[in-house]
Antibody, heavy 119, light 109 residues
Framework: QITLKESGPTLVKPTQTLTLTCTFS??????????VGWIRQPPGKALEWLAL???????RYSPSLKSRLTITKDTSKNQVVLTMTNMDPVDTATYYC???????????WGQGTLVTVSS | QSALTQPASVSGSPGQSITISCTGT?????????VSWYQQHPGKAPKLMIY???KRPSGVSNRFSGSKSGNTASLTISGLQAEDEADYYC?????????FGGGTKLTVL
């Protein structure tokens, strides 16, 4: 059974760096083909893909946010970490991590964590 | 890269069928068969309903089906039920990223 759970601060100040951790079980990020992605959703708005990391440490980022994002993995801890620099109130959103399936789909999602950016 | 284009809202009565379109470009929807669809109820995480354009994950009702023609993918829900009322998002793999659509709110009248 695959599960994922996001953790991190619920409130960050403008200009600060956000660090979110996705802790998962039921699969290994050392297995060929496996990936974990981050997706966010501002209140009342659409989903936005942020970043993806593969089993071989290949990393992909949203072109519009690439300069602010870093995604890393700790295979031994079954964790994926996303950092986003220079946070702004427009970055207020629910942040989800998800398991990427073979066909590019996100087949298992975490419950999401709401991050509010405010001074 | 722009988000994929979906209608903001669609509606239908119980028992009817509805179709939600998702329009992209030859660099995303039209270039790959890696289109997926997600259902999201308020306050919940998205749920995968369709992947690889037309495949259904285990446990998803066969009332949900997907297709693609050129740069436009479609999600069809037949035999509408009250529980189908939700937001629906399409997504497409690209060579360098993943795109989501703007979402469609389905109202069951």
């Amino acid at each position: 059974q695959i599960t994922l759970k996001e953790s991190g601060p619920t409130l960050v100040k403008p200009t600060q760096t956000l660090t979110l951790t996705c802790t998962f079980s039921g699969f290994s990020l050392s297995t060929s083909g496996v990936g974990v992605g981050w997706i966010r959703q501002p209140p009342g708005k659409a989903l936005e893909w942020l970043a993806l990391i593969y089993w071989n440490d290949d990393k992909r980022y949203s072109p519009s946010l690439k300069s602010r994002l870093t995604i890393t993995k700790d295979t031994s801890k079954n964790q994926v970490v996303l950092t986003m620099t220079n946070m702004d109130p427009v970055d207020t959103a629910t942040y989800y991590c998800a398991h990427r399936g073979w066909f590019g789909e996100f087949d298992y999602w975490g419950q999401g964590t709401l991050v509010t950016v405010s001074s | 890269q722009s988000a994929l284009t979906q209608p903001a809202s669609v509606s239908g009565s119980p028992g009817q069928s509805i179709t939600i379109s998702c329009t992209g470009t030859s660099s995303d929807v039209g270039g790959y068969n890696y289109v997926s669809w997600y259902q999201q109820h308020p306050g919940k995480a998205p749920k995968l309903m369709i992947y690889d354009v037309s495949k259904r994950p285990s446990g998803v009702s066969n009332r949900f089906s997907g297709s693609k023609s050129g740069n436009t993918a479609s999600l069809t829900i037949s035999g509408l039920q009250a529980e189908d009322e939700a937001d629906y998002y399409c997504s497409s793999y690209t060579s360098s990223s993943t795109l989501f659509g703007g979402g469609t709110k389905l109202t069951v009248l």
